[in-house]
């Protein structure tokens, strides 16, 4: 159960990852820096995109608008973190 749990940490991890580099690449798309209309720049976007969006939409529809700020990623992130260093711990210690 422990290794499952290890596993489930090093997941969350790689998901902190991709919500990084989903935040990047926004923000370099944005201020023109790679060209959107690249089809691997758009191959990347999408897969990024497609991973990290079924999480940040209903974070962003609770969250109140905040005009141009996103800061939905921010939330995601730190959901991430209390997962991986607060609800793991105890369920491994309620295991062991």
């Known amino acids: 159960m422990i290794e499952l749990l ?3 940490s090093y997941l969350i991890t790689l998901y902190t990852y ?3 580099a989903n935040v990047i690449m926004s923000w370099l798309m944005a201020f023109g820096v790679v060209n959107a209309y690249n089809p691997t720049v758009r191959a990347i976007w999408s897969a ?3 991973l990290v969006e079924p999480l940040l ?3 962003r529809n609770v969250m109140p608008n905040l005009g141009a700020i996103d800061i939905s990623p ?3 992130l730190l959901g991430c973190f209390f997962v991986q260093s607060v609800v793991l711990p105890n369920i491994a210690k309620l295991v062991v």
């Open 48 to 50: 990024l995109s497609a």
């Open 6 to 8: 290890n596993f489930i």
């Open 57 to 59: 939409r209903p974070i």
């Open 18 to 20: 991709i919500v990084i």
């Open 74 to 76: 921010i939330v995601l």
